[in-house]
């Protein structure tokens, strides 16, 4: 069984040897920076590890697996210049590095790289991959509608936030396993099992990353603390925070939520946090994510290879819950 | 064999019937209207004669043809940001109807939606259409991408203009016949053949475009006259023009070309047309055009099918060429 550390090193080396990397192009030079700023490189070692329950021979599962990475890092292209960001990972953003029409082109050319990187599967593999993948992608699109949506809504119930990060970022984790399943060799319903493994591990991931947002040291997390709050994003903290709230803590929420830059940042930022911890929100919120794992655990442990197989996930499964305990 | 206003019938109708058009969703208005907006269906239509050419069974074709026009719109979409043009076919662009972002996302799913348009094809044929139609999508990006840089360039030689438009333009015509072909059960040489007729077409089709753009009936055309000059793009006439003008005339361009908004519009486009005119530029670029049409025809000629059989594209070649004529 491959490791974590060397999964990573694989998908690291696949992503500089495909062909767009060695010309001197100008459409691709924002595709390389993009592509090369960090990132863990968590689905497609996903892709990988999942190839691996079912078979010691992980190389055909390699460049889907960037494929996958490349996809994901569209996504980040483009979601970055509708959210307007300038920094990610601690870098530039695409768009700010290279403005926004480069960023908006340079993006396009990384669907169609993805895509590219399907077509060496053995034939009956092909059409099976393509489709989810192509399938993923647009519900990729759909959940970030439904985040821009959210701006402009006063009031996001939760199951649609549920529904909008299932979309935006559990069924990429999903597609990503259940397509090195496929490649692997697993039957139909084993590659389905690590699906479900991968949206409930997908929607504690996103909801755990809500939470650091707010409850984490900003050297550790890379992005500066309350990013969410400041920026009025409708995360599921907050949201449970206005389920929860009453009297005072209510009217203080609702007043900070509706107006923009009226509080200083700093000062927003405490107040919000201060109410939230005074409803427990954290640890309501880390019930849910906890909730998702319980699922995502049961789904893994119902798959049908040795239980040792599985640690890599395990283990992977448990680094991120514990990013912030 | 199928007429031009059949084919264009059975592509319309592939188009409102694939599954996005009946969703409510948000993210496929844009989608939907891009798509529905006006349109010849001229690559679609080219996929479908060309498969026509082989087999009267083209039904196969017809998806595959609606994945063809969708990322030919989706090309549109994006463009029309970067170019910051707000009126297409006589109608809003994307963006400025829907505003960049929800342009840029929608965009985005066409892109998705364009590649399942392939995944019903018998499974021998899948990789190679998908492998063609996203090398062809990279392609016609990286022709973008020389059509912006050309923006920032005082003087274009020729052979890079004819290499843009080559990118640009000319392969998704040349692939829409090619993967029309290989669906229609053709030879790998009188694909590729059709492939090479595709891409002088295209070529002829874009020099045509550019000719029309200076010495067109507004009417007739359907975009305002001169606004590739007003626009100061270096389209073929305006390369020749530099190329052969000398003295006071070359100055004039020179000066013309160099200052944006110094000369009134109607006025910049009077002068230019004048100097065109003295140098016999339309004559010198039809002649060019009509090389790639001779190049087309020759192509087309050697195709390995009954002449009667090419009279569809033969009759669709001669009315993109005499458009003006």
Redesign the interface.
């Known amino acids: 069984m491959y490791d974590r550390d060397q999964l990573k090193e694989i998908v690291d080396k696949a992503l500089v040897s495909y062909s767009y990397y060695s010309g001197s192009?100008?459409?691709f030079e924002p595709v390389k920076y993009a592509v090369s700023v960090g990132g863990k490189r968590l689905r497609p070692i996903l892709t990988l590890m999942a190839c691996n329950l079912f078979t010691d021979k992980i190389n055909e599962a390699v460049m889907p697996a960037a494929g996958i990475e490349i996809f994901h890092n569209f996504s980040l292209v483009?979601d970055d210049?509708?959210d307007n960001a300038s920094i990610r990972r601690n870098f530039p953003t695409v768009h700010s590095k290279y403005g926004i029409?480069?960023a908006?082109?340079s993006?396009?050319?990384m669907?169609?790289?993805a895509?590219?990187c399907f077509?060496q599967l053995p034939?009956?593999k092909?059409?099976k991959v393509?489709?989810l993948f192509?399938?993923t992608?647009?519900e990729v699109?759909?959940g970030?509608?439904m985040d821009?949506?959210f701006e402009k809504k006063d009031i996001v119930p939760e199951e649609d936030y549920i529904r909008m990060i299932r979309k935006k970022t559990a069924v990429l984790i999903a597609a990503a396993l259940e397509i090195g399943a496929i490649i692997g060799g697993a039957e139909d319903k084993d590659s389905q099992t690590l699906y479900d493994f991968g949206i409930n591990l997908g929607l504690a991931f996103q909801i755990q990353d809500d939470i650091l947002d707010i409850w984490s040291d900003e050297k550790v997390f890379g992005k500066s603390q309350g990013g969410d709050i400041i920026a009025n994003k409708k995360t599921l903290p907050i949201i449970k925070a206005f389920e929860l709230a009453s009297g005072n803590n209510l009217r203080l929420l609702k007043e900070l939520y509706s107006q923009k830059n009226s509080v200083e940042e700093r000062e927003k930022v405490e107040t919000v946090t201060a109410i939230l911890n005074e409803l427990w929100i954290k640890e309501v919120t880390t019930i849910l994510a906890d909730s998702y794992i319980d699922n995502a655990l049961k789904a893994l442990k119902s798959v049908a290879v040795e239980e040792r197989k599985k640690e890599k996930l395990l283990n992977i499964t448990e680094s991120l819950v514990n990013r912030n305990r």
């Open positions: 192009d100008k459409l483009h210049i509708m029409n480069q908006i082109l993006g396009d050319v669907a169609f790289l895509n590219e077509l034939q009956e092909v059409v393509v489709r192509n399938n992608a647009i699109c759909q970030q509608q821009m949506d």
